[in-house]
């Protein structure tokens, strides 16, 4: 029997698949042919979900910790032995402490509606701490807003064959966008030339006609450079700006100094490639900037972003069709959110039983988790609830977390269908469904399709969907949540219920039938030719660059893009693809420091700095530069050979901007080991 699916994953491509399911397992994964994005392709990872489902270790039955934290030794109780016990010790963190001693840490490990947000209704009816989703997209999403306003509204992937020039900016769309490549294809045969920014040769700078090798963090000395030549050389729309945008003047004054020169010695760019690039955008027209997160992730992340958005406004390229930037494409999904997430709860915070809703409720930023569990007092936190994520992995300063997972004192409850490294420190494990096993709805960052997924397969053994078990643990705290016990379609429906025109004509009854429906967006789509959609203009300002300084005690910039096999860590447990990915975490050295430090190709390095150190395996490879060592991520620290992630040298500070994550700041030494 075939099925057609929405695809989970945390991914701008969003896909459709068709899903072959025989006695109730899935045997076979493709792309679904009729959809326009996913044209007939599943990713090298979700055509693995027929492993991906039934791995041998997924947690089937709810589980009980019987070795020390960290161990991942279970034993098996029943839904209502740990339901019963979990709300126990709530009741009494709760009483003792008041609802922001429990903690929920979750973020995209499914992209549906249903189980990713709707679970936060229970956390936000006991007043927990309130989580800040910032470990992903919270800088480039301030960079963007500073500019264009609170919608992100890229450019209609659909138009990318419009474009002349595209430049792939910080992002390894061939990895992390794969069905932009078709789009990205048939722009090149009708003409366009297609250039990547990055720090090193990845596969989609193989892919690019020309490739721009910057040092890390460098990305605002080169947008700069680019303006300066744009407004003193041509390119710059100066009838554009002046109507539609505000600020312009300071933002080219903020360029002046910019010189080929100056921008090259902080890129390591030549001054003539800098100009070629320049050339090629001024003269390119529909020029399109696609943009990935990889340069946000740096102490000055924020402006590096805000000066490669600002290009396509200085340029006027928002006026034609395949034209502007693409960051992300969310802002089309204009969703009544009003009830999903509870946040009506706080609009009547009178505490009754165990119902107490606090809109003054602390803040914990998620890139500090590890400080949140050992550093916080008043009240600290008792339990923590872990679902759509892994931070012991995926989470920065990953060494600081796993100290705070250790605490004996601290309950932590994981929802999950894998193996995880957070779940082995978990005091209960529960069994969650995977998306392939329960209904839900889909938007995407990276097109404009709604999608509707029923369940294709049935949940093996005792997995539940999230939002049962919240809705169990919330009956037992004698809380009436019924959001949490809706079925999937009323919450779809509500989520409908809205009066935006990009949403017209789109029902549940719909959706059920095409399984994906394109956003009514206006023809041609051009949200930002003239200023904000909001009719204010669009806001440029000078920028002073943040560019990274030396470091002598730990000479190496430590970057961990995502890999090629892997979407975080979600598909860790497939042996297939962690072959495909070299059989262990490895780490691109430059050849001339592998001279230097005398290390060999194959050879172990330790990585070292002050939060701790890993053991890898090296890679000899010119497509790194020197002084940067290259770690494709993310690796489950249980795949390691030391059992550590990367994330134990990451920095947990928040850059310039939306207090986001910045994991590509990290410095190291190298030593042979
Ligand atoms: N295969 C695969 N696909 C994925 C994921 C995955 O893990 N694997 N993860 C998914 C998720 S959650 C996300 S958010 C997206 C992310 O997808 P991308 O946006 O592609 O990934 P980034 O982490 O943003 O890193 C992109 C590139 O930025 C580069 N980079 C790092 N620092 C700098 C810099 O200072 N300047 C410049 N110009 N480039 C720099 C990195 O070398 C990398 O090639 O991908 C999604 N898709
Ligand atoms: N060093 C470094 N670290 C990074 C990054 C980087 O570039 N460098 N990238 C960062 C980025 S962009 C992101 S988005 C984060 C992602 O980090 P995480 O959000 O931790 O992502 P995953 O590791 O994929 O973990 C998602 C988990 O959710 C589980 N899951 C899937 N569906 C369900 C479900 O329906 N219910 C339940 N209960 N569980 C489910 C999966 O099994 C998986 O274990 O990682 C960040 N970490
Ligand atoms: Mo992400």
Redo the contacts with the bound molecule.
């Keep these: 029997m075939k099925r057609l699916v929405s695809c989970?994953q945390?991914c701008p491509d969003a896909c459709r698949l068709v899903v072959t399911v025989e006695g109730g397992r899935v045997t076979a994964v493709t792309g679904d042919p009729d959809h326009p994005l996913t044209r007939g392709f599943a990713c090298a990872k979700t055509a693995r979900y027929p492993e991906r489902l039934y791995l041998e270790d997924r947690p089937l039955y709810p589980l009980r910790r019987v070795g020390g934290k960290g161990e991942g030794r279970f034993a098996r109780v029943s839904w209502d032995e740990a339901l019963d016990a979990i709300a126990e010790r709530l009741k009494a963190i709760l009483d003792a402490y008041g609802g922001e001693a429990v903690l929920r840490y979750?973020?995209?490990?499914?992209m549906?509606l249903v189980?990713?947000r709707r679970p936060l209704v229970f956390f936000r009816a006991i007043g927990a701490s309130e989580l800040d989703e910032t470990?992903?997209?919270a800088t480039g999403e301030a960079a963007w807003a500073a500019i264009y306003g609170p919608q992100k509204l890229g450019v209609d992937p659909e138009d990318v064959p419009k474009a002349r020039t595209v430049v792939l900016w910080g992002i390894n769309a061939l990895s992390t966008n794969t069905h932009l490549v078709p789009l990205l294809q048939e722009a090149r045969r009708n003409g366009a030339r297609i250039v990547s920014v990055d720090v090193y040769q990845n596969r989609t700078a193989r892919f690019a006609d020309r490739f721009y090798r910057i040092r890390p963090g460098t990305d605002v000395a080169l947008a700069l450079a680019l303006a300066r030549i744009f407004f003193q050389e041509g390119g710059a729309d100066l009838g554009y700006l002046a109507r539609h945008v505000e600020g312009w003047e300071a933002f080219r004054a903020a360029a002046r100094p910019w010189t080929p020169e100056r921008a090259a010695e902080a890129t390591g760019l030549s001054p003539a490639a800098i100009r070629e690039l320049a050339e090629a955008l001024r003269t390119g027209a529909p020029q399109l900037f696609r943009v990935g997160?990889?340069m946000t992730?740096h102490p000055g992340g924020g402006r590096a972003m805000m000066a490669v958005l600002a290009l396509p406004v200085v340029l006027g390229a928002w006026r034609r069709e395949g034209g502007g930037a693409l960051l992300s494409t969310s802002g089309g999904f204009r969703l009544n959110k009003a009830r999903l997430e509870g946040l009506y709860l706080w609009k009547d915070p009178r505490p009754r039983g165990y119902l107490r809703p606090n809109p003054n409720a602390r803040h914990v930023n998620q890139i500090q988790l590890g400080r949140a569990l050992t550093e916080l007092a008043d009240p600290p936190v008792k339990a923590l609830f872990v679902?759509?994520?892994?931070?012991a992995?995926?989470?920065?300063n990953a060494g600081l977390v796993r100290r705070g997972l250790a605490r004996e004192d601290l309950l932590t409850v994981v929802?999950?269908?894998?193996m995880?490294d957070?779940?082995l420190y978990a005091d209960f494990l529960?069994p969650?469904?995977?998306?392939l096993e329960?209904a839900d709805l889909y938007t995407s960052y990276g097109h404009y399709w709604l999608s509707w997924s029923e369940p294709a397969a049935a949940p093996p053994g005792e997995a539940r969907?999230?939002t049962w078990i919240f809705a169990e643990l919330a009956r037992r705290l004698g809380l009436d949540l019924p959001e949490l016990a809706m079925d999937p379609e009323a919450v779809a429906r509500e989520l409908l219920d809205t009066g935006h025109p990009f949403l017209l004509g789109i029902d549940l009854d719909r959706l059920k039938r095409e399984g994906s429906v394109k956003l009514d967006l206006p023809r041609p789509f051009l949200p930002y030719a003239e200023g904000r959609p909001d009719g204010t203009k669009l806001r440029l300002a000078g920028i002073e660059p943040l560019l990274p300084e030396p470091d002598p005690e730990h000479p190496f910039v430590l970057l961990?893009?995502?890999a090629h096999h892997f979407?975080?860590?979600?598909f860790?447990g497939v042996a297939a693809l962690r072959a495909a990915e070299g059989g262990e975490p490895r780490v691109l050295l430059h050849p001339e420091d592998a001279v230097r430090l005398g290390v060999a190709d194959g050879g172990y390095v330790r990585l070292e700095n002050r939060r701790g150190a890993i053991r890898r395996r090296v890679r000899v490879s010119a497509a790194t530069q020197p002084g940067v060592v290259v770690?494709e991520?993310?690796w489950?620290g249980l795949d390691a050979p030391d059992g550590l992630?990367?994330?134990v040298l990451?920095p947990d500070d928040p850059t310039d901007l939306g207090e986001g994550?910045s994991?590509?700041g990290?410095r190291v030494r190298v030593v042979p080991a």
């Design positions: 989970p945390d979750n973020y995209a490990g499914t549906g189980q990713g470990i992903c997209s997160y990889g992730r679902f759509n994520a892994n931070p992995a995926t989470a920065p929802l999950e269908n894998a995880s957070t779940a529960l969650a469904t995977h998306p329960h969907p999230n961990t893009p995502p979407l975080n860590t979600s860790g770690h991520q993310t489950r992630p990367a994330n990451t994550s994991f590509n990290a």
